[in-house]
């Protein structure tokens, strides 16, 4: 007996506990409050208690957000104390930085500046031209500082948008020394290839190889081949009689 007054017990308060309301009364009864009111602020709601009438607190003075101690004016603005835009990227120049910036770079900037940066990616062809992405490969822009670059993909330029939303900072630098290196595959001359490189003038009947050059071979990583692997290469190259 006591058993079952016992069990009803548990489910009438279950029950009610759960907001039964009593007919006609919009109140929920309930019988066990548990956490459900609690003296507590409201995100954005306003306080007679602060001074200021807010109940949310403002961030004290110099305080900075996890991960966003930005120290270094140069790698953050690309401009020096003087507000003056960097030459130099302040990242140093290793073939894991370039690799990365390549790799960036395609997927950032080729769709519309073009693989090789010259200013023929997907979006100028689908676009009719009604998009029209500079041309990386002119002398203005092989000649501009680097923080130019980084400026440009930071804030954007004329008809070019912000960037800074989906590149991070340093993503953006090692994306600037690929840029150089695209710019300077398209220069490349004879005197670029190390001595002792087995190398022949172009032949004008062979399908040329498109930006293959020393500086962008290096940037992916291609050992130059060495003279002995050359000269070893070479007898077997010559052989097959040209057209
Ligand atoms: C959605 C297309 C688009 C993407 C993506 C894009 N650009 Fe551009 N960019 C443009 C257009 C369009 C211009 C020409 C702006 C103008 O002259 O109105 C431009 C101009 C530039 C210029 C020339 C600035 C000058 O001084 O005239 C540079 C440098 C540049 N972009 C670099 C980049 C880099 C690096 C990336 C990748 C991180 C990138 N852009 C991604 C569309 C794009």
Known sequence: MTRRIFILLVLASALTGCGLRPAGNTTPLQVHPDMDSQPKFKAQSASAFFADGRANRPAVPGTIAYGHLHEDDVLMTGKDASGNLVKSNPLPVTEATLRYGQERFNI??????????????????????????????????????????FDVITNGIRTMQPLDGNIPVSDRWAIISYVRVLQRSQLANIKDVPTGTDIKAPDPSATPIPAASPAASSATGTATTSPAASAAASPAKATPTKK
């Open 108 to 149: 950032n900037c080729a769709p519309c500046h073009g693989r090789l940066g010259d200013g023929n990616g997907l979006v100028k062809t689908r676009s009719f031209g009604a998009l029209n992405p500079a041309n990386l490969q002119e002398t203005r822009l092989r000649e501009v500082a680097d923080g130019h670059i």
